[in-house]
């Protein structure tokens, strides 16, 4: 059974910087796709960022340039270094393992 437990959400200023970590266990990263997704009230789930079984990253493009996903295979875990954060940031982030698997979300709330 996977599972995905997010964690390092909270109050951020603008401009400043937070870092989620995904917890998993399950499975092997290097045989996923893992995302990161957020929702913020009102709006649909979207993809921020993604890494593949090879290494390869994604990121959508509100995020390019300030958000750094990547992974510690050794300790099964994903990362979203997310700096800069601005006014549109906040939003329940999800981690997910092959768009099938989902943690629970993290809160990330952005203080002007």
């Given amino acids: 059974q996977v599972q995905l437990v997010e964690s390092g959400g909270g109050l951020v200023q603008a401009g400043g910087s937070v870092t989620l970590s995904c917890a998993v266990s399950g499975t092997t990263l290097r045989f996923n796709v893992m995302d990161w997704y957020r929702q913020a009230p ?27 996903i990547s992974r510690d295979s050794a300790n099964n875990t994903v990362y979203l270094q997310m700096n800069s954060l601005k006014p549109e940031d906040p939003a329940v982030y999800y981690c997910s393992a092959g768009r099938v698997s989902w943690g629970q979300g993290t809160q990330v709330t952005v203080s002007s």
Wanted: no cysteine.
């Fill in 42 to 68: 009102g709006k649909q789930r979207e993809l921020v960022a993604g890494i593949s079984g090879a290494g390869r990253t994604n990121y959508a493009e509100s995020v390019k340039g300030r958000f750094t």
